[in-house]
């Protein structure tokens, strides 16, 4: 009897930590060191109107704003640069998104419609809240279609400090 409690106990650790790991800051990419793991690049919808200028780019910054799901299940985060990072931004983020660097996670929202394009994809991300300092890892990208500058897709994300 002893040896199955402490076997059920052991159980309930694992499956606890397991839990907890889903709402993580961090993502897979983040492990071994590699905060930038290209494979993500596969869940990008139409990654041709993305034009990569840094494959591996680490911001940080107060979240603006969090849109709702794209039709794509990304979600877009306007985020306030902080300072040593405004000169990330162009025009069109000026214009066009507030002063802010539009920041994308991919297959953010599981869909029904979209199983197919995001299966297996492993990177889930605690969903941060407006007003949250976050540290996010991705490509820096120049979205063709929109003019703005972004990080697309995201391959890891901190949570900072809570509003």
């Not at 052991?10 to 590699?34: I, M």
């Not at 911001?59 to 603006?64: D, E, L, N, Q, Y």
């Not at 025009?91 to 660097?101: I, S």
Request: proline fraction near 4%; glycine fraction near 6%.
């Amino acid at each position: 009897m002893k040896k199955i409690c402490t076997l059920s106990i052991v159980a309930a650790c694992a499956l606890y930590f397991e839990c907890a790991a889903l709402g993580a800051e961090k993502s897979p990419a983040a492990s071994g060191g590699n905060e930038c793991n290209q494979d993500v690049w596969r869940y990008v919808h139409d990654s041709s109107r993305l034009k990569v200028l840094e494959e591996c780019k680490m911001v940080s910054g107060r979240v603006a704003s969090i849109g709702v799901p794209k039709l794509d299940g990304d979600y877009h985060i306007n985020l306030i640069l902080d300072p040593e990072y405004h000169r990330l931004l162009n025009d069109a983020n000026v214009r066009r998104v507030r002063g802010a660097l539009v920041v994308e996670i991919v297959c953010a929202r599981r869909w029904p419609r979209l199983e197919a394009a995001c299966k297996g994809c492993p990177y889930r991300f605690r969903k941060p809240h407006k007003g949250d300092r976050i540290r996010v890892w991705g490509s820096y990208v120049h979205d063709t279609k929109h003019g703005w500058m972004e990080i697309h897709p995201v391959m890891k994300l901190e949570i900072l400090k809570n509003r």
